[in-house]
């Protein structure tokens, strides 16, 4: 069996240093698991699908717009389903556009709950020169939403339509690093580009938006959102007319987390390129940093017969991650294995075995003693090795 003793643990960082944690003496195996990130990831960008062949019905996630050759309406009791899966208190917006509505024929949509209700609905505007409908709406059930889309006349309409988790965060966002441009592109036509900046009410940020591409008539918009869903930064679209092709917002936030920001095409129907950059215009230090982007649920269990170590390990992360275990004993760390992940969507369950000796000195992870700079998610779990 283990004998009680002093250990040390040293953390790989993102910044390639080493990070020291002290321990005390115990009779506890103790593993750590730390993620570190290798290469920031432009999240999910908005990924466009064809439509399923009649009867049209389709699963549409959020950053998905369906768009392509099977995408038409053709009689007014044509309707095409899509249906996405919500927790309660989750905020939604969703964006219709018909690339050849006339008028007096519309293209429109209604959004009904897990129960069949109506929750929203919206119509185009053809008569005005809008040719798309959207509305965004927190939603009161868990379970699966549908979207039923339909036209008033009938006739051949081809559509375009997306979906976008506004609030909790979406994962398919990009996160921003404050002061960083980064560029984008709005495509195909209903597409909602979603990124996210972590804010803080003791900061004020400061967003900005360019046209790299495109011109009058054309038009870049976004949309700021705080936590919870609502808006703080209503639409705010460029002026090519006029050429004004950059656009710019202050944002104060009322509480902390992650907003999030949309950036669309003031039509629905444009392909734009842009630059967006985040900035912090306050006094330095004010704006805060971000939690961890990673979430970390494991479990031990140690077979002391044949000195087996498993782990179990949930993982869902919104960039590409390579994960490590250590295991300290004899005044020693031992790397125990090493797991790359891509970005992925949903949690996963990893499973890691390792084989370990029934004798040593085990450590018990305890007080971080220096500064976590790089580190951007840590968790450690212990299980007991029985007695010496």
Known sequence: ????????????ARNGKLIRFSSNSGLLLSALLVVVLLIPSSGWANTSKNCPVEPSSAAIVSGETYIGSNCVLTTVSNQDLFTFSANAGDTWNIVAEGANVVYPNQICFSLHDPKGNAVVGGCSQSGVGIFFAAATSQLALAGTY???????QTASVDYGISV??????????????LGKTVSGTVSPPSAQEAYTFYG????????????????????????????GGAAVVGLTCTLSGVGQTTIQADVTPAVNGSHVIIVDTQANDDT??????VTCVSAPGTCGSPPPLCSIADALQYDA???????????GTPVAATWNAWLTY????TNLFTVSQPATKQPVTI???????????????STLTTPTKGITCSNFAQTNTGAP
Not at 146 to 152: N, P, R, S
Not at 305 to 315: P, Q, R
Not at 330 to 333: A, F, L, S, V
């Open 146 to 152: 549908t979207i039923d889309l339909y036209e008033m």
């Open 200 to 227: 803080t009410t003791t900061g004020k940020y400061q967003v900005t938006a360019t046209m790299t591409s495109g011109a009058y008539p054309q038009n870049l918009c976004f949309t700021v959102y705080r936590p």
């Open 305 to 315: 017969t044949s000195g087996t170590l498993t782990m179990n390990f949930t993982v």
């Open 1 to 12: 069996m283990f004998n009680r003793g002093l250990g040390w643990a040293l953390v790989q």
């Open 164 to 177: 976008e988790r506004l609030s909790p965060a979406p994962v398919d966002a990009t996160a921003l690093s």
């Open 351 to 365: 499973t890691k075995t390792t084989s370990l000796p029934k004798k040593g000195r085990i450590g018990v992870l």
């Open 330 to 333: 004899q005044n020693t760390i």
């Open 272 to 277: 734009l390129n842009f630059d967006l950059n």
